[in-house]
């Protein structure tokens, strides 16, 4: 089994936040309910629009399954002690971009 999770920076306003989160986000929809992405919003100016870039990872081998949220706990906390952890132990296998609007 592998995990999916991808690496994801907001922008907006001149502000920016990075997070982890389980899958391959492709829009407003798949980030909701991740702490990180609905504190950055409360933070954000309303009816602004924010820049996500996504950048996607697979960790482990054989079939992959999207990251849960205590997955993605564990991988905070091998980040603390090994910066580099995403780019040292798991493959990059995409990138990708898309707005949303703070409504």
Request: proline residues 4%; negative net charge; hydrophobic residues 35%.
């Amino acid at each position: 089994m592998s995990l999916r999770f991808s690496q994801v920076t907001l922008y907006s306003d001149g502000k920016t936040a990075n997070l982890l989160v389980g899958g391959i986000p492709t829009c407003r929809q798949d980030l909701q309910g991740w702490t990180a992405y609905e504190s950055f919003l409360r933070e954000a100016s309303r009816y602004q629009t924010v820049n996500a870039h996504v950048e996607s990872f697979l960790y482990g081998g054989e079939e992959p399954f999207d990251a849960t949220p205590e997955e993605i706990a564990y991988f905070y906390k091998r980040i603390e002690r090994q910066p580099d952890f995403i780019e040292s132990r798991a493959e990059k296998i995409g990138e990708s971009d898309f707005i949303i609007f703070n409504m």
